[in-house]
C-alpha cells in the first residue's frame, strides 16, 4: 500500500496554463504539507494543512492555492503558471507537525 | 530564529572510505534532529532521528548539544549511499520541520 500517492507523477504544460496536482495518504495522519525542490535541490516548504486547516503559508504567491477537501487529501492548484513555477512538487504528512514526515513520489513539473 | 546548516553542497569519497556528512542547527530549545535521504529521482524518506538512537544502514547521528551539532557519520562508505541527504530539526512548539539545504553524497568505486 503507498502511503502518500501524487498524482500525475510528470507535467509539462506552456506559460500561462492553469494545472493542479493531487495529494493523497492513507496513514492516518492529520498534517499535510507541500514541498517545492528547485533545480539546486533546496527544498522549501510552501503550505502546510492540520486537519483541514491551513497553518502555514510560506510567502507564496497567491496563483498557488492549496485545497484539503479532507484530513486525506491535500491538492495544490497552481494558476497562470510561470518558468520559474518549474521544479519538483512534493506532498508530505505527518501526525504531528513535529513527528516524523513521510514524503509523496513528487510531481515533476515542467513550464515551457 | 531556528536554523539548519549543512556547510557542504556536495561532498565526495571512495568506496570503503569514512563519510561525516555535518549539520549545524541553531535553537535554545530542547531539539529534536532527523536526517531524510533521498536517492535519485526518488522521495526523500527518513533515514534516522536521534530520539530512536538507531542504526541504520550503517549510518549514525549523535547530537551534541553543546556544539548544537547532528552530524550523520558512516565508517564504510558503498556506491548505494550515494544520494542527498537533509538534516531536519523540530522542537516544542514547532508547526513545521526545518530542513538544511542539503548534501549531495557522491560515493565512487
Known amino acids: 500500500d503507498t502511503a502518500v500517492s501524487q498524482t500525475p507523477k510528470y507535467l509539462v504544460t506552456q506559460m500561462g496554463n492553469d494545472k493542479s496536482i493531487k495529494c493523497e495518504q492513507n496513514l492516518g495522519h492529520d498534517t499535510m504539507y507541500w514541498y517545492k525542490q528547485d533545480s539546486k535541490k533546496f527544498l522549501k516548504i510552501m503550505f502546510s494543512?492540520?486537519?483541514?486547516?491551513?497553518?502555514i503559508n510560506e510567502t507564496v504567491p497567491n496563483r498557488f492555492s492549496p485545497k484539503s477537501p479532507d484530513k486525506a487529501h491535500l491538492n495544490l492548484h497552481i494558476n497562470s503558471l510561470e518558468l520559474g513555477d518549474s521544479a519538483v512538487y512534493f506532498c508530505?504528512?505527518?501526525?504531528?507537525?513535529?513527528?516524523?514526515?513521510?514524503f509523496g513520489p513528487g510531481t515533476r513539473l515542467t513550464v515551457l | 530564529a531556528q536554523r539548519v546548516t549543512q556547510p557542504e553542497k556536495l561532498l565526495s569519497v571512495f568506496k570503503g572510505a569514512p563519510v561525516e556528512l555535518k549539520c549545524n542547527y541553531s535553537y535554545s530549545g530542547s531539539p529534536e534532529l532527523f536526517w531524510y535521504v533521498q536517492y535519485s529521482r526518488q522521495r526523500l524518506q527518513l533515514l534516522l532521528r536521534?530520539?530512536s538512537r538507531e542504526s541504520i544502514k550503517g549510518f549514525t547521528a549523535d547530537l551534541n548539544k553543546g556544539e548544537t551539532s547532528f552530524h550523520l557519520k558512516k565508517p564504510f562508505a558503498q556506491e548505494e549511499d550515494s544520494a542527498m541527504y537533509y538534516c531536519?530539526?523540530?522542537?516544542?512548539?514547532?508547526?513545521?520541520?526545518?530542513f538544511g539545504t542539503g548534501t549531495r553524497l557522491l560515493v565512487s568505486p
Open positions: 508530505a504528512s505527518s501526525g504531528l507537525p513535529t513527528d516524523t514526515q513521510y
Open positions: 536521534h530520539i
Open positions: 531536519a530539526l523540530s522542537g516544542r512548539g514547532f508547526q513545521k520541520l526545518v
Open positions: 494543512y492540520n486537519n483541514k486547516e491551513l497553518i
